[in-house]
């Protein structure tokens, strides 16, 4: 078996061709992927696609681009509009960087999303990942886009891995991309091996014998199963904190703008009969949302920030 880092351009250009191919047939569908590609659309959708999941994110874009049409509508928003209108898809301050984004994109770029990724660093809530995807996505720019389905296949198509949760370092990843990815297309190249990677080249059972480029794959056949032990969080009432976060957020949603007094929210949230010390949990939670920018506290009352 030839490994692809010591494979010939003619090779690569095959492999090309076969993964393109299949995901002529299998391509998922998704709202940012249809039709005419709109800047705007790849920068929300890849922000809202940073920590929730895809099928989530296809149900939840369009309400979200129906309230903001354009990036002018975006960057007016308020705090409270923008978390308003982010409900369901989790960790609330990525939607005010998005509109801080949206902002810095008006201010600085003529409201014209950037088309190159350390352009595209550059503004709120935007690293590494994010900027690569929205230059290969939106303008079809050649670049690599590593997300955590691209970093699977690439880690299995260099050597044989051991488990299926083994992944190659960064760097090496980055030089297998730079070899195989087709110069012609990027943007169509980046969401067959993301898909391949979903579908098929899974964490935990991958289906070998239905990859096109099985015959190929160091790995394929070969991994024994395991799973990765997630990184713990800090925990209350045996629930982890950033579920409390969405709670508080939830409720302050259906307060309108009129917001709640603090006990009123706590005794929602924590129930009638909430000890002292789980008020001041509460509390300090209504710190942490104040200095993201989410809530705004005025006496006794709190309120979604505008």
Not at 58 to 70: V, Y
Not at 174 to 202: F, N, Y
Not at 246 to 274: E, F, H, K
């Amino acid at each position: 078996m030839v490994l692809l880092t010591e494979s010939s351009p003619n090779l690569r250009m095959e492999i090309a061709l076969q993964l393109l191919e299949w995901y002529r047939v299998h391509a998922r569908s998704f709202p940012w992927r249809s039709g005419r590609v709109d800047p705007y659309m790849v920068l929300v959708s890849e922000t809202m696609l940073q920590q929730t999941q895809a099928s989530r994110v296809a149900e939840l874009l369009p309400p979200f681009l129906e309230m903001f049409p354009s990036i002018h509508t975006l960057a007016s928003a308020s705090n409270a509009d923008v978390v308003l209108r982010w409900k369901g898809l989790g960790y609330n301050s990525r939607a005010l960087r998005l509109r801080d984004a949206a902002r810095a994109i008006v201010e600085h770029h003529g409201g014209v999303v950037p088309s190159t990724p350390h352009v595209l660093r550059s503004l709120p809530g935007v690293g590494p990942y994010t900027s690569a995807a929205i230059a290969c996505f939106a303008y079809d720019v050649w670049t690599v886009v590593l997300d955590v389905n691209v970093r699977r296949v690439y880690s299995r198509w260099l050597r044989a891995q051991a488990t299926t949760t083994d992944v190659a370092p960064e760097p090496e990843l980055i030089a297998l991309a730079e070899r195989i990815i087709p110069r012609d297309a990027p943007s169509a190249w980046h969401h067959a091996v993301m898909d391949l990677g979903a579908t098929i080249c899974t964490a935990r059972r991958p289906k070998c014998s239905a990859c096109p480029l099985s015959e190929l794959c160091p790995s394929s056949g070969t991994m024994h199963e395991t799973v990765r032990l997630r990184r713990p969080e800090p925990i209350f009432r045996g629930e982890p904190r950033r579920l409390w976060r969405g709670r508080v957020v939830d409720v302050l949603r259906q307060a309108g703008a009129s917001g709640m007094t603090l006990s009123a929210l706590s005794t929602t949230v924590l129930g009638s009969d909430a000890t002292d010390d789980e008020h001041q949990w509460l509390q300090d939670l209504y710190g942490v949302l104040e200095r993201d920018g989410l809530v705004s506290r005025k006496g006794r009352r709190i309120t979604l920030a505008h």
